[in-house]
Every structure is written in structure tokens, then in C-alpha cells.
């Protein structure tokens, strides 16, 4: 068996487990974001008591923190009473970040568990060795009601990345490259498996990155066997016992692709879809891209290391009159982090405005939507039309040193000339 097919059979008690079969899997972990009340009343409406654990369920208030107006401000104060009424032992309110963030910061993710959230993004969790999904409202009801989830177990593609990345390549250019390929609907509810070279040397951030955005591909989940770095970042914050999940390597996936890293260059997504991928040179040679915002931050591109090569880039300098920098450190322990090296006062020195830790404008609900005709560069997960506000604004996605690079000439530019 793969490493996601048993740690589906751990959960359910089976000795094994195939793809196609459905499975009743004990959830490990439990997340609530701050959109999904609907989660409190249908686990009342279907006679719920109490939170089958108090340790193993947590809200997470990202995407409306601080709340912007007086309905999430709302959802807010019964989202608060229910985690006081079952006296929940996790609770990250709008000081906090977000939750694809927190949850590894707090110790709750580490690998051979399965967490489910009310997110799609919750496939971020492979980076751990975890299997991470996302899940309705109805379903994380009966998650806090009885702790199980039915699943059905998916098919396996292996994503090889092999080689060292040349210089201005990033984790986001390289899972931009794999969607460019697979698109949109290559894995639908598959589980996407990151192997290689590439992949076993790279930082807790970058594996981050790249297994967030395998629901981009349309993937169930998403896993890579841990590293030396994952198992060195779990080991010093876990909060429970793990065993960690080896692939069979005579595991046979039902599809496999190799991506050659050392060839890529800095990529974008172009509006208006994820998987509209291009390299910036093709784009520039176009013509110049004039920019009204960039945009650092969300589950994707938001971590220490995001906001450290755009503080190298912009130190000393000045974004273009006119134009605005919107950062949005990924959790309150990573702003405190670059505070302390001196990346935001830099930015802020460079024009930057620094928001709340959280989701922030990468839904469109406030601190950085944009205006109709408005173009946008920006380091987070999705460009479809309205994403980031007006149906009538442009988006591109890129790495954070392209964002950076970018907005300090006012147009789309290739961040290796600032390196």
C-alpha cells in the first residue's frame, strides 16, 4: 500500500485498503474556519451534544479577522460560544493567522494523521506526511458529532521533481509548472504524491507551497514522505505520538510525471485561471504588464521566508507612486519572526502596507481588494475572476520575489535581475 492508503486503513481499522474502496475513517483533527458557522447548526439540527473530542477540533478565525463587518463579527460571537460550550482546547481567534499555519505552529499536524477542514486547502498538510483534505459543512458536523468521516479511497499520481532549482525559481514557480501541465482537472479526486530530488531537499515553506496547491489540479489530497526538516519542525512542537507512513517503493501509481526543476524559469498564472501558466519572458515580451498591486500573503505565500526575499529585493527602495504593496504575514508567529530581522519595517520603509495575520484579500473579503480594471500581481493560490474583488480586475499569480520584483518597477518583472 502507498502511504495515504495506510494511513486510511490505520483510521478505519482495515488491514488494507485499495483505491475505489469507501472507507469510515477516525478523524485526528478537526478545523472550522470562520465561513462556516452552517457547521454549528447542522451539528445541532442533527441532535449534537457535544464535540465528540475537545482536543482534536478547532476553529480558526482567517478569512474575516479582523471581522470587516457586522455579520462576520457575528459569526464570530456564536463560533466563540460553541468553542466555550464544549470547552475546546484549540481555539485560534483574529490574532492568530491562517489556518494552514497555525495548526503545524501549534503542534496539531504531523505525519500519518488525517486532518480534515473546511477548506480546500487543507492538502497543504502532505508537506507533514498527514493526509489533509477539505470537507462541507454538513460533513464536519457529523466530524464533531461522532469524530469519523466516510471517504472513498483515491487513485495515486506520482509528481517527480527532480534537479536544483536555478536562481529566481521558487516552490511556487515549480508547482505552476506542474499545473500548467496536469490544469485544472488532472487529479480530481486523486491524491497527488511529490517525489524526488527536489523534493526531499526542500524547506518546510516550499513543501508547504507546493502541496497547497494540489487542489488547484483538482486533488483529494495531497503527501510527501517527510524529510529531515519535517520531522525536525513536527519533533519540537507535536502534541501527540506519530508514526510516520513510508510509501511501498514498489508501489505502482496509476499515473506518473517528472518535471525537470533545473530547467524551469520564473512562471506566472495568467488571469483567469490557475492552470493559464506561462514564463514571465513569454508574457513580457508581449509588452509591459502595468501593475496597480502586489499582493504578499495567504496560505501559499505568506511564511517568513515569502516575506524575507521581498524585504531583500525592496530594502532601501521605494515602490512606484500610485502604486500599493499589500502584506499579509501567514500567522502572528511569523510577523513577530520578521519583525524581529527587521523584513517589515523594511518593506513598510519601501511603501508596503502590513495587515493582520490571516486570509486577508485572497477571497476578496477586505485589507487589499481590488478595484475594476485594477491588475494585481500576487503570491497566493487563485486568479479566477472576482477572486481578489471586481470581476473586472486582472490577477497573476507568481512567487513573492516576482511580486516584489514587480510592483518596485510598477509592471511584471523578472525578479533575477534583483538577486
Known sequence: MHAIEKILAKNSGCSAVKAGEIVTAKIDFAEINDLY????????????????????????????????????????????KFAKDNDLKF??????????????????????????????????????????TGCGATDMATILMTGELWFRVPEIIEVRLEGEAPKGVYPKDVILSVLGKLKADGAVYKAIDFTGSYVESLNVAGRMV???????????????????????????????????????????????????????????????????????????????????QGYIGSCTGGREEDIAI????????????????????????????????????????????????????CLGAHEGIIAPGEVCISSTNRNFPGRMGSTQAEIYLASPATVAASILNGKITDPRDYL
Request: negative net charge.
Open 310 to 361: 521581498a524585504a531583500e529585493i525592496l530594502r532601501g527602495k521605494e515602490i512606484p507612486k500610485y502604486t500599493r504593496l499589500v502584506i499579509v504575514p501567514a500567522s502572528n508567529e511569523v510577523m513577530q519572526i520578521c519583525m524581529e530581522k527587521g523584513y517589515i519595517q523594511d518593506l513598510m520603509k519601501a511603501g508596503a502596507t502590513v495587515t493582520t495575520p490571516g486570509c486577508g484579500a
Open 37 to 80: 458557522l452552517q457547521t454549528v447548526y447542522s451539528f445541532y439540527e442533527m441532535g449534537g451534544k457535544k464535540v465528540w473530542d475537545n482536543t482534536r477540533a478547532a476553529f480558526v478565525f482567517d478569512h474575516y479577522a479582523p471581522a470587516p463587518d457586522i455579520k462576520s463579527a457575528a459569526n464570530h460571537g456564536e463560533m466563540r
Open 210 to 292: 507546493i502541496c497547497n496547491m494540489a487542489v488547484e489540479i483538482g486533488a483529494k489530497t495531497a503527501y510527501m514522505q517527510p524529510n529531515e526538516n519535517v520531522l525536525e519542525y513536527v519533533s519540537s512542537r507535536a502534541v501527540r505520538p506519530y508514526e510516520v507512513q513510508y510509501t511501498d517503493p514498489d508501489f505502482e501509481y496509476e499515473e506518473s510525471y517528472v518535471f525537470d526543476v533545473s530547467a524551469l524559469e520564473p512562471l506566472l498564472a495568467c488571469p483567469h485561471s490557475v492552470d493559464n501558466v506561462d514564463t514571465l519572458n513569454n508574457v513580457i515580451s508581449g509588452g509591459p504588464v502595468e501593475l496597480n
Open 91 to 132: 481555539h485560534f481567534d483574529t490574532n492568530c493567522g491562517v489556518c494552514h499555519q497555525v495548526m503545524p505552529e501549534a503542534g496539531v499536524i504531523y505525519p500519518g494523521m488525517i486532518v480534515v477542514a473546511t477548506d480546500s486547502h487543507t492538502t497543504t498538510h502532505g508537506a507533514f506526511g498527514a493526509m489533509g
